[in-house]
């Protein structure tokens, strides 16, 4: 089983990143996929998810509207785009796949907002 994130990197505030979650070794589409990030000396935070089936979205408050989060079964994928970037959104964004008792998770990918 694994999650592989990409797409992080340094963007200035304003600015866009899309960022992409490779899933491969378990029936990716039979899965609900969340995003969360975790900022240092911060709890880990969850910030965006979609579901296996009807593929319905929900977000966090901080990035709604600005962070839209979408997946394509047939290349196992899932993605968050993220525009209008804040410093705040400065984190390690983590993708997790879960199903009843399966929990999975990325290594993560830094995303640094500053000028």
């Known amino acids: 089983v694994q999650l592989v994130e990409s797409g992080g990197g340094l963007v200035q505030p304003g600015g866009s990143l899309r960022l992409s979650c490779a899933a491969s070794?378990?029936?990716?589409?039979?899965?609900?996929i969340n995003w969360h990030r975790q900022a240092p000396g911060k709890e880990r935070e969850l910030v965006a998810s979609?579901?296996?089936?009807?593929?319905?979205?929900n977000y966090a408050d901080s990035v709604k509207g600005r962070f839209t989060i979408s997946r394509d079964n047939a290349k196992n994928t899932v993605y968050l785009q993220m525009n209008s970037l804040k410093p705040e959104d400065t984190a390690v964004y983590y993708c997790?796949?879960?199903?009843?008792?399966?929990?999975?998770w990325g290594q993560g990918t830094q995303v640094t907002v500053s000028s």
């Open positions: 997790n796949a879960v199903l009843l008792f399966n929990n999975y």
């Open positions: 070794g378990f029936t990716f589409n039979s899965y609900h």
């Open positions: 979609i579901t296996s089936t009807s593929g319905t979205t």
